[in-house]
Nanobody, 113 residues
Framework: QVHLVESGGGLVEPGGSLRLSCAASGFTFSQYGMTWYRQAPGKERELVAAITSTGVTNYADSVKGRFTISRDNAKNTVYLQMNSLKVEDTAVYYC???????WGQGTQVTVSS
């Protein structure tokens, strides 16, 4: 059974950093691209970052240069390093298998002074 568990969210001041983790199980992690999405209150869920099975990355323009997606296939984990956080980054962050696969339960990120 596929299982994705996000962690690492929390409250941070503008300009701060957080690292989100997504622990995966129930499938051959190394063979799949992984993605991070976010959903702010009253807004649609949006794609933030993606990493292919071979490590090629892509980012939404709004986070490019501030966020870094990475993966550790030995640990079946995908990460999202978020630096220079802004108030508008406040959202629930979800990891997903590729662009059409299963979702995790999400982790709240709040950027506020």
């Amino acid at each position: 059974q596929v299982h994705l568990v996000e962690s690492g969210g929390g409250l941070v001041e503008p300009g701060g950093s957080l690292r989100l983790s997504c622990a995966a199980s129930g499938f051959t992690f190394s063979q799949y691209g992984m993605t991070w999405y976010r959903q702010a209150p009253g807004k649609e869920r949006e794609l933030v970052a993606a990493i292919t099975s071979t490590g090629v990355t892509n980012y939404a323009d709004s986070v490019k240069g501030r966020f870094t997606i990475s993966r550790d296939n030995a640990k079946n984990t995908v990460y999202l390093q978020m630096n220079s956080l802004k108030v508008e980054d406040t959202a629930v962050y979800y990891c997903r298998i590729g662009l059409t696969g299963s979702w995790g339960q999400g982790t709240q990120v709040t950027v506020s002074s």
